[in-house]
C-alpha cells in the first residue's frame, strides 16, 4: 500500500503519495518565496503561519492526484528534522492527527538524509555504500553512507552553508531571494576568473568547509568594509556577472575537491550529491568532470528533487521495511544538524 510523505522544514510546503516499489502516485509544493522575498530571507514565523494555511490542501491535492483516500494508505511520513522550529511542528503535528484519524503508524524522515535519498531514487542500481554530499540552504555537509539510513558524519560547514553564500551574495548584489538561482544564472555571463576569491580551508587535510570568509571577499569587492545597506550599489552587469561568476568558481572547487578527497579516502564507488545547491548547473558540470577523471559514479538529486520536496520523503519506505516507527509523541528536532 502506498504512503503519504510529509515537509515542511523550511519554507516549502510539500506532500506526495509514493507506492510501496516507490512511485510518485501524486505530489504538491508550495512554496513561499514570494513571501519572505521582501525580506530578503526566510521570516520563520511568516513561514509557519504559511505552513498551517497550506498544509491540508497541500496534502489533498496530493491525495486527489493520486486518485487515494486516508484509508488507502499504509503510513503517514513527515520530516521532523532539522529545520525551523515553526515550521516543523506544522507538518508534524498534521502527520499525527492524520496517523489518528486514519489509523495509520507514523514514521519519521531526517530532512537531510532524505535529500541523499532523491539520488538513489533517481539510480537504477544501489549507490551503497557511497559518499553523500549535502549542500542546502542550512547544511554543507560530507557523509560516508552504507545505506540511506546508515550515514556517517565526516565533516561539514563551520559557519555559512553554501546555499546560505549564495543566498548573501544574491542579497548583496540586488537579486531578489532566493539567491542561488539568480546568482547562477548571472555567473552563466561573468568571467569566473575576475577576481581570486579564496577557496577557505581547501589545504586543510579532512572535510570541513568555510565560506564566511568568500562571503567576506565577495562583500569587500561591492562595497568598502562597514556598508551593511547595499540598496544604491553602483555596478554594471557585467561587474555584476564577475563577481557572481568568481564566486560561484571558488564556492564549487572547494565542494568538488573535498568531495573527491572523501570518494578517495572511503575508496567509494559512488559520490551521491542532494540539497537545493546540487541544481547548480556549474557544481554539476565539475562533479562530472571530476567523476570521469578519478574513476567513481555520480549520482546527483535530479533537477526537481534537488530543492525541498515530499517526494524525497520516499525514504520512508526504508525505515518501514525496518520497522523503523515513531511514538505518537514524536516531537521535532529544531535548528541546524550539524557534526553527527
Ligand atoms: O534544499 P533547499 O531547498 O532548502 C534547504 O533545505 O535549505 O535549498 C535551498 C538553497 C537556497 O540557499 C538556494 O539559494 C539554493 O538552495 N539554490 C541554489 C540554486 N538553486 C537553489 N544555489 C546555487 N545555484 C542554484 N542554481
Ligand atoms: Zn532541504
Redesign the pocket.
Given at each position: 500500500m502506498p504512503i503519504l510523505t510529509i515537509e515542511s522544514?523550511?519554507d516549502?510546503t510539500a506532500a506526495a503519495v509514493i507506492s510501496d516499489d516507490g512511485r510518485v502516485l501524486g505530489e504538491c509544493v508550495a512554496t513561499q518565496e514570494t513571501l519572505h522575498e521582501q525580506f530578503g530571507g526566510v521570516v520563520p514565523e511568516v513561514a509557519a503561519r504559511a505552513h498551517v494555511e497550506r498544509i491540508l490542501p497541500v496534502i489533498d491535492t496530493a491525495l486527489r492526484k493520486a486518485g487515494l483516500q486516508g484509508a488507502d494508505l499504509d503510513a503517514i511520513a513527515v520530516a521532523d528534522r532539522p529545520?525551523l522550529a515553526g515550521s516543523l511542528l506544522v507538518g508534524v503535528v498534521a502527520a499525527k492527527t492524520l496517523a489518528v484519524a486514519w489509523k495509520k503508524p507514523l514514521v519519521a524522515i531526517n530532512?537531510l538524509h532524505a535529500?541523499l535519498y532523491a539520488c538513489q531514487m533517481a539510480s537504477d542500481v544501489s549507490v551503497y555504500p557511497c559518499i553523500g554530499l549535502v549542500?542546502?540552504?542550512?547544511?554543507t555537509s560530507l557523509y560516508h553512507c552504507t545505506s540511506p539510513l546508515d550515514l556517517e558524519y565526516l565533516g561539514g560547514t563551520i559557519d555559512d552553508?553554501?546555499?546560505?553564500a549564495?543566498?548573501k551574495v544574491?542579497a548583496m548584489l540586488n537579486l531578489g531571494f532566493?539567491?542561488?538561482?539568480a546568482?547562477?544564472?548571472l555567473a552563466a555571463q561573468g568571467d569566473p576568473n575576475a577576481h581570486a576569491y579564496p577557496r577557505s580551508m581547501l589545504k586543510e587535510p579532512g572535510y570541513r568547509f568555510s565560506f564566511s570568509g568568500l562571503k567576506t571577499a565577495v562583500h569587500y569587492s561591492i562595497a568598502p568594509p562597514g556598508v551593511k545597506d547595499f540598496s544604491n550599489i553602483n555596478l554594471s552587469d557585467q561587474a555584476k556577472a564577475d563577481i557572481c561568476a568568481s564566486f560561484?568558481a571558488a564556492v564549487v572547487d572547494v565542494l568538488v575537491a573535498k568531495s573527491v578527497r572523501a570518494v578517495k579516502a572511503y575508496e567509494a564507488g559512488f559520490l551521491i550529491v542532494?540539497?537545493?545547491?546540487a541544481?547548480?548547473?556549474v557544481?554539476r558540470t565539475g562533479l562530472q568532470t571530476a567523476a570521469e577523471k578519478n574513476g567513481f559514479q555520480l549520482v546527483i538529486a535530479p533537477m526537481n528533487l534537488?530543492?525541498?520536496n515530499a517526494v524525497m520523503g520516499a525514504i520512508a519506505l526504508e525505515k518501514i521495511r525496518r520497522g523503523e516507527f515513531a511514538p505518537l509523541d514524536l516531537d521535532i528536532t529544531a535548528g541546524l544538524q550539524r557534526g553527527f
Amino acid at each position: 500500500m502506498p504512503i503519504l510523505t510529509i515537509e515542511s522544514t523550511c519554507d516549502e510546503t510539500a506532500a506526495a503519495v509514493i507506492s510501496d516499489d516507490g512511485r510518485v502516485l501524486g505530489e504538491c509544493v508550495a512554496t513561499q518565496e514570494t513571501l519572505h522575498e521582501q525580506f530578503g530571507g526566510v521570516v520563520p514565523e511568516v513561514a509557519a503561519r504559511a505552513h498551517v494555511e497550506r498544509i491540508l490542501p497541500v496534502i489533498d491535492t496530493a491525495l486527489r492526484k493520486a486518485g487515494l483516500q486516508g484509508a488507502d494508505l499504509d503510513a503517514i511520513a513527515v520530516a521532523d528534522r532539522p529545520g525551523l522550529a515553526g515550521s516543523l511542528l506544522v507538518g508534524v503535528v498534521a502527520a499525527k492527527t492524520l496517523a489518528v484519524a486514519w489509523k495509520k503508524p507514523l514514521v519519521a524522515i531526517n530532512h537531510l538524509h532524505a535529500h541523499l535519498y532523491a539520488c538513489q531514487m533517481a539510480s537504477d542500481v544501489s549507490v551503497y555504500p557511497c559518499i553523500g554530499l549535502v549542500v542546502s540552504g542550512g547544511h554543507t555537509s560530507l557523509y560516508h553512507c552504507t545505506s540511506p539510513l546508515d550515514l556517517e558524519y565526516l565533516g561539514g560547514t563551520i559557519d555559512d552553508a553554501a546555499g546560505e553564500a549564495f543566498d548573501k551574495v544574491g542579497a548583496m548584489l540586488n537579486l531578489g531571494f532566493p539567491g542561488g538561482p539568480a546568482v547562477s544564472r548571472l555567473a552563466a555571463q561573468g568571467d569566473p576568473n575576475a577576481h581570486a576569491y579564496p577557496r577557505s580551508m581547501l589545504k586543510e587535510p579532512g572535510y570541513r568547509f568555510s565560506f564566511s570568509g568568500l562571503k567576506t571577499a565577495v562583500h569587500y569587492s561591492i562595497a568598502p568594509p562597514g556598508v551593511k545597506d547595499f540598496s544604491n550599489i553602483n555596478l554594471s552587469d557585467q561587474a555584476k556577472a564577475d563577481i557572481c561568476a568568481s564566486f560561484q568558481a571558488a564556492v564549487v572547487d572547494v565542494l568538488v575537491a573535498k568531495s573527491v578527497r572523501a570518494v578517495k579516502a572511503y575508496e567509494a564507488g559512488f559520490l551521491i550529491v542532494g540539497g537545493g545547491v546540487a541544481a547548480n548547473p556549474v557544481l554539476r558540470t565539475g562533479l562530472q568532470t571530476a567523476a570521469e577523471k578519478n574513476g567513481f559514479q555520480l549520482v546527483i538529486a535530479p533537477m526537481n528533487l534537488c530543492t525541498d520536496n515530499a517526494v524525497m520523503g520516499a525514504i520512508a519506505l526504508e525505515k518501514i521495511r525496518r520497522g523503523e516507527f515513531a511514538p505518537l509523541d514524536l516531537d521535532i528536532t529544531a535548528g541546524l544538524q550539524r557534526g553527527f
